[in-house]
């Protein structure tokens, strides 16, 4: 069964997942078509059955800006950093109860660091606390990866889960690789709750 619907760009680019009934106003409304359905399943209202679409395809193309693609937030930040704290290199699974999984500033806001991808990094609450507001050099805190930027598709599509017939789209689009990526993300993406600070 299909829980999310693929929508696609006007250019068949995979922008994002939209919810069933999101899915079924647009292509209602005649802003989107149905380029894949759920065979097994059909939606039904009173005037009209259609098949349960999988992925849809906007009949107009729509712009997305490249700053709004390349937003840090937590979610697409530990999904980079596969949710282990880049200090001391423990999973979000093997923290404490009272222990989360934090973001960091490599060099802090206080110090005029910035809030973008190559300075900052996923960190247990512990390590964040004993890092404090001092430079990975001024405590001897390093990093295990060298934090870079990612690719905006893996962000758009670091906690998403793909059906095989949506994962089609992905890699075509942008290929194998990327797909294969995005896969790995999603088996290592924890079914427990992420917390941010």
Not at 14 to 38: F, N, S, W
Not at 46 to 72: C, D, G, N, S, W
Request: hydrophobic share 35%; charged share 25%; aromatic share 6%.
């Amino acid at each position: 069964m299909v829980v999310g619907c693929l929508a696609l760009n006007a250019s068949y680019e995979p922008l994002t997942m939209v919810p069933m009934r999101r899915a079924l106003r647009l292509v209602i409304d005649g802003k989107a078509e149905i380029v894949e359905a759920d065979q097994d399943r059909v939606v039904r209202s009173e005037r009209m059955t259609m098949p349960r679409p999988a992925v849809i395809r906007l009949t107009k193309f729509i712009h997305v800006p490249r700053r709004f693609r390349r937003q840090v937030t937590n979610t697409f930040l530990f999904a980079r950093d596969h949710y282990r704290c880049q200090y001391c290199g423990r999973h979000m699974t093997e923290l404490k109860p009272r222990e989360a999984l934090t973001r960091d500033h490599l060099i802090p806001l206080s110090r005029g660091g910035t809030n973008e991808w190559t300075n900052v990094v996923a960190a247990c609450s512990p390590c964040n606390t004993r890092k404090g507001n001092r430079l990975p050099d001024e405590i001897g805190m390093h990093p295990l990866t060298h934090p870079v930027e990612p690719h905006f598709v893996h962000l758009s599509w670091a906690v998403r889960r793909l059906t095989p017939t949506q994962a089609r789209y992905i890699r075509t689009f942008y290929g194998s690789e990327v797909l294969h990526h995005i896969e790995q993300m999603e088996r290592r993406a924890p079914s427990v709750r992420v917390e941010s600070r």
